[in-house]
């Protein structure tokens, strides 16, 4: 069996080799992504991506224990973070550690990762105590989407800047074993970066954070609307809509089945 890399080899990594994450929500994608990334994240980004759901609010510990499984049972290598979603954390350390160690239990996965900064330094510390690795999020946190009434890049005015960068130092010192910078402005993304002695995983973040994650589904071309800061390293859009397509056409001409995907009797009869 191939040994999985750990949480104190992606820790360790800071000032030495880039963090390659990406998410996976299910199996086979997982296993095809698998060997050629550090690190694999179930985010909750699932319930918009896999579900069509308005925001991530709405996602389940259900839901993503169900995705967790299928996505450990695809990756051998990776270290396999869950996203812990909104609502299942939030209100106290103990209601954090119950779920977070379902979450561990029930899908086998290596760690957590839960958004917010100095706000949940004291529940990161209690989990990661308690043998569970958190993974930390801040900047743009998506389950905040209502308080800050839309998705908005921060730091881009240096007033923001001070908070942030407390929230980073803050994360660090709890525990947390690397923390995603999601949408924040390059000169901030790169001082936190230098502040801090684990790695920050950046979206949107600016090139110089320790490491990258995007989201699987943007980055192979199936998102019709992008944002600004991916790249599409494939265009699975437009190659799915050829297939269906062209096979609409077969279908319709009875092109296929063609013989070679068709069953004959045993033997040598040949039916009818
Ligand atoms: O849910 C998610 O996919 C995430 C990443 C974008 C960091 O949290
Ligand atoms: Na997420």
Known sequence: AIRRKTVPQIRNSKNKTPVVCLTAYHAHTA????PYVDLLLVGDSLGMVMH????????????????????????????????????????SPNVAFRNA???????????????????????IRFLTERGIPVMAHIGLTPQSVQTMGGYRVQGRETDGWAALEEDARAVAEA??????????AEPLA????????????????????????????????????PPKFVK?????????????????????????PAEEHTYAMKGNSSGT
């Open 175 to 184: 525990g947390a074993f690397s923390v995603v910078l999601e949408g924040i």
């Open 232 to 256: 599409e390293f494939a265009s699975l859009g437009a190659a799915i809509e050829g297939a269906a397509e062209a096979y609409a056409k077969e279908v319709r001409n009875r092109n296929f």
């Open 101 to 123: 160690a379902r979450v561990i239990q029930e899908t086998g996965c290596t760690a957590i990762k839960m958004e917010g900064g100095a706000r949940m330094a004291e529940t």
């Open 52 to 91: 069509g759901m308005e925001n991530t609010l709405g996602v389940s510990l259900e839901l993503m224990i169900l995705h967790g499984k299928a996505v450990m049972r695809g990756a051998q290598q990776s270290v396999v973070v869950v996203d812990m979603p909104f609502g299942s954390y939030e209100e």
């Open 31 to 34: 296993r095809l992504v698998d």
């Open 190 to 225: 790169a001082r936190i970066t230098k502040q801090i002695d684990i790695p920050t995983i950046g979206i949107g973040a600016s090139p110089t954070c320790d490491g990258q994650i995007l989201v699987l589904e943007d980055m192979l071309g199936l998102n019709p609307t």
